[in-house]
């Protein structure tokens, strides 16, 4: 697993001469440290016995499996029809063949005699739930695979049942990974979550907030490995995912993302943070992924709520914006991992967002709540180049208006986010036009020029054109050398 940024492609252009270098410089859009490589058709082969799946994939593998709706037991055997098998006893059998443990030994020997039948299990769920537990806590690795697999069956014999028995569970998953865990300890681990998340979705997704601040430690939130971080966020989105269902956002999805978003805030300054939030970055881009390069049918709907979610505090001048970045990184993970085809309706999707936000009329005199908008915006068009955006006129035409929203402020209504102008709005604009096709391009070229040139902007016309000359010299030549060399004679003449 690659645990190296991804690099955006408009950070390797070079760096300003020092003599026109802003105070603040640009911000480069990360995704976070914890983030992995997708491997395409052209991938060379290889000869390895064990490759990592990610958890999208591994739930994927898992049948269409719904035991909260199901009635009969169609994979048992003959005698599923009757009420003596259980698929936790067909598990404690069949690991009995395979397991000589002596964790799994004693195990065995003490819930044998309470699982004989399901209605048995039923009444002793509470004594087999504390057996599993006593062992699970136990740590001892020989045992674990087995006795995580008859967790699950647990899980599935009781249903509904499990519920009050899932905090436990859970914490029992999570102590597993708390501690430094070979290979196959986590890959146990990994997959007991898959099946119980698979199984009780429908259970956990109506309030996520239990199970997120359980995980959260996981993610980032306490002292933890990175790719303990990574696992615990690919096991999340899947929750988050389906709280973006159709059935669930409406209830579902805006509480958990507003409760994961001040979670957040409320780690600020802890030297746990940044670990933390990138945690979070890589959870909400597997939530908005699908299989392979696709992006998953909620995708959209997720990106739509983690831009209402942007807080007040961020719409305000401000040096740090804490969600901005969450939003930022997690639309390059994507990015990186799509396609222009799958990432048409996420794109279309947040352009349509911003430019409902725009024609509200909230910037008319507040124009630094677009702040963060400029930085998404030049998130979807310098990432890979621009090269996962299919529909370019919306997206320019956004970012355009964003940018004249601030020639009608009111005289001094920007001094007092002056360096964020550079970062926010002049860095991003550059990005938009270096990378636009240039037919979207050439019909805002009057209307953008006039603004630039003028209050607010005027003072960055000049490290505008240099960043722009450094990205693509023949794109300045051909659209802004006229009107700088013309700006220049103006502006630097002597008075008569």
Not at 99 to 104: H, P, S
Request: aromatic share 10%; with cysteine; hydrophobic share 45%.
């Amino acid at each position: 697993m690659d645990v190296r940024p991804q690099k955006v492609d408009h950070e390797q252009a070079a760096p300003i001469p020092p003599t026109l270098r802003p105070a603040h410089p640009a911000m480069p859009v990360s995704s976070g440290r914890i983030t992995k490589t997708r491997k395409g058709k052209g991938a060379p082969t290889h000869g390895k016995n064990h490759r990592w799946e990610s958890f999208n994939n591994k739930i994927a593998q898992i049948g269409a499996l719904d035991p909260l709706h199901r009635v009969r037991r169609h994979d048992l055997g003959t005698e599923d029809l009757s009420t003596t098998t259980s698929y936790f006893q067909k598990g404690l059998q069949r690991w009995s063949e395979l397991n000589l443990a002596r964790g799994f030994i004693a195990f065995k020997r003490a819930v044998m005699p309470l699982c004989e039948s399901l209605p048995q299990l039923l009444h002793f769920e509470s004594r087999i739930m504390e057996l599993l537990a006593e062992h699970i806590a136990a740590h001892e690795k020989a045992s674990l695979e087995p006795l995580l697999d008859l967790l699950t069956a647990f899980a599935r014999d009781l249903g509904v049942r499990f519920e009050k028995h899932y905090g436990r569970a859970l914490e029992l998953i999570s102590g597993i990974l708390a501690k430094p865990q070979d290979v196959d300890v986590i890959e146990w681990t990994f997959g007991s979550l898959a099946w119980l998340f698979k199984y009780l979705w429908r259970l956990l997704v109506p309030n996520l907030c239990p199970t997120y601040d359980m995980l959260a430690p996981l993610l980032g939130r306490s002292r933890h490995t990175p790719h303990v971080a990574r696992f615990a966020a690919e096991a999340m989105s899947f929750l988050v995912t389906k709280a973006a269902a159709p059935s669930n956002r409406q209830t579902a999805l805006g509480k958990i993302v507003a409760h994961i978003r001040d979670d957040l805030y409320s780690m600020a300054g802890d030297r746990q943070f940044t670990l933390y939030r990138d945690g979070i970055m890589a959870m909400f881009a597997e939530a908005i992924k699908g299989t392979g390069e696709a992006i998953h049918t909620s995708g959209p709907a997720l990106a739509q709520a983690l831009l209402a979610a942007l807080p007040e505090a961020e719409r305000e001048p401000n040096p740090n914006p804490i969600w901005t970045s969450v939003i930022c990184g997690a639309l390059t993970s994507v990015l990186h991992g799509s396609n222009a085809t799958a990432m048409t309706e996420l794109v279309a999707a947040i352009v349509g967002y911003i430019r409902s936000d725009v024609e509200n009329g909230s910037f008319a005199h507040l124009p630094w709540r677009c702040l963060p908008w400029c930085r998404v915006i030049g998130t979807l068009a310098g990432v890979r180049g621009g090269s996962r955006v299919a529909e370019w006129p919306p997206l320019v035409d956004a970012f355009i208006r964003l940018v004249e929203s601030f020639s009608m402020a009111q005289p001094g209504a920007v001094d007092v986010m002056d360096g964020l102008l550079w970062r926010d709005v002049i860095v991003n604009a550059a990005i938009v036009w270096h990378q636009a096709p240039m037919d979207t391009l050439i019909k805002h070229k009057t209307a953008f020029t006039h603004t630039i040139t003028h209050e607010p902007f005027v003072q960055w016309f000049i490290p505008f054109c240099v960043y722009l000359h450094q990205l693509d010299s023949g794109r300045f030549s051909s659209l802004f050398r006229q009107d700088f060399q013309k700006w220049v004679a103006v502006f630097f003449s002597p008075p008569p």
